[in-house]
């Protein structure tokens, strides 16, 4: 596929992918039908939730998450200006305002409750939060502001499928309505996927008739007998999954909790190597956070040691990235900048995100790490 020797993330695909693919390949239904019936259950078990529905991708899922909830021209919806563009996109898609606040800090890049609340306006009618490389927000006070104000809570869960809070409750299921999406690269991977779950009924119905066009019965229902004309009850659009994805999606399921788990043992020892560098500052390093360990993020002391260790990793053939810039650096979104962002436009200027995924062996780990540390270690001390 590349020539990295190690790369940012990799499929952890085997013969159980390609049996369940030719399993629905030779069943005659591709389209929706019981692959992604037996899917929607599988993760509505995991999440313990009344209802998920499968989608087309994570944007998508955001996408009718917002619509569901009737947002629209006039309201503002509060989101982290670190974040991955797809929130922004579709709460602008809908003609609402996305109104960017600050994360904590470099050390907790998540979205700050107090910026949260400082902008909050008599308009604001959702909150957007998204937890970052599978780490958690602080729910907890997000809820209660939300429900202080009357707020709807939307999760953008795309990182921390399988992370759960300290009373079990699944992410994803902590807030009014939450997302996922399985492209290639989550640690449930379909290709192109996603999920929107909800405990809440009155979305469930919505969220339903937006994705398959407003329509009261489906194809597969129809091919069954089980019904036979619809009713347009809504304007709604096409974001339905088909059968082969989902069959991809029940295999990734159930390799989530091993693969979740080696990835905490892998940022582990990123944490160990790394964690007493003065080079380095280790984001959620307390270990306290719950997290699905999505991502492996790095935040160097300055912008100069940043440069060198991309160097030394792209010279030594291992992939890395950047886990975001700034959405209020972009330029569809010059209207909407509404505060300034220090925490997020310095994390976004220093950090560095490693491979982690549940193939990488502890051997590869060093390997990183101690690439890292020469590249450094010839800097002058500033
Ligand atoms: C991947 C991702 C999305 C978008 O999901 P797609 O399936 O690619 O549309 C949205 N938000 C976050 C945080 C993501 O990581």
């Known amino acids: 596929m590349s020539d990295w020797r190690i790369a940012l993330s990799a499929l952890n695909y085997g013969p159980e992918e390609e049996a369940a693919v030719l399993r629905v390949l030779r069943s005659g239904w591709i389209s929706m039908g019981p692959e992604v019936q037996g899917f929607e259950q599988e993760i509505a078990a995991l999440q313990g939730a009344r209802h998920a529905f499968a989608v087309?991708?994570?944007?998508?899922?955001?996408?009718?998450?917002?619509?569901?909830?009737?947002?629209?021209?006039?309201?503002?919806?509060?989101?982290?200006?670190?974040?991955?563009?797809?929130?922004a996109n579709m709460t602008a898609a809908l003609g609402a305002k996305p109104v960017f606040a600050d994360v904590v800090g470099v050390e907790e890049p998540t979205i700050d409750p107090a910026r949260i609340k400082a902008l909050i306006t008599p308009r604001t009618r959702a909150v957007v939060v998204m937890h970052y490389g599978g780490y958690l927000c602080r729910m907890a006070d997000i809820r209660s502001?939300?429900?202080?104000?009357?707020?709807?809570?939307?999760?953008?869960?795309?990182?921390?499928?399988?992370?759960?809070?300290?009373?079990?409750?699944?992410?994803?299921?902590?807030?009014?309505i939450g997302v996922f999406s399985f492209f290639s690269n989550k640690n449930l991977a379909t290709g192109e996927g996603g999920m929107v779950v909800t405990g809440r009924d009155e979305l469930a119905e919505r969220v339903k008739l937006l994705r398959s066009h407003g329509m009261t019965s489906l194809s597969w229902d129809r091919q069954k007998g089980h019904a036979r004309g619809y009713e347009v009850e809504l304007n709604g659009f096409n974001y339905r999954l088909d059968d082969l994805h989902a069959a991809l999606g029940r295999e990734q399921l159930k390799k989530l909790a091993d693969g979740n788990r080696r990835r905490a043992e892998l940022t582990d020892r990123y944490r160990r190597h790394l964690g007493q560098s003065p080079e380095w500052i280790v984001p959620f390093a307390s270990g306290a956070t719950p997290s699905a360990y999505h991502l492996m993020p790095m935040v160097a002391r300055d912008g100069n040691t940043r440069r060198q260790a991309v160097e030394a990793l792209t010279e030594a053939r291992i992939q890395s990235s950047f886990h975001y810039p700034s959405v209020t650096g972009f330029a569809a979104f010059a209207d909407h900048r509404s505060e300034d962002v220090p925490h997020s436009a310095e994390f976004a200027d220093r950090v560095i995100t490693l491979p982690l995924h549940p193939r990488l062996s502890d051997d590869d780990v060093d390997f990183v790490c101690s690439t890292l540390s020469k590249a450094t270690s010839n800097l002058a001390p500033t």
């Open 56 to 87: 087309a991708n994570g944007t998508g899922a955001l996408h009718l998450a917002l619509a569901a909830l009737r947002l629209g021209p006039g309201d503002e919806v509060i989101q982290p200006a670190l974040n991955f563009v797809a929130a």
């Open 145 to 176: 502001l939300c429900r202080k104000h009357k707020l709807f809570l939307i999760e953008d869960a795309c990182h921390a499928i399988g992370a759960a809070d300290g009373d079990g409750v699944m992410a994803g299921s902590i807030g009014d």
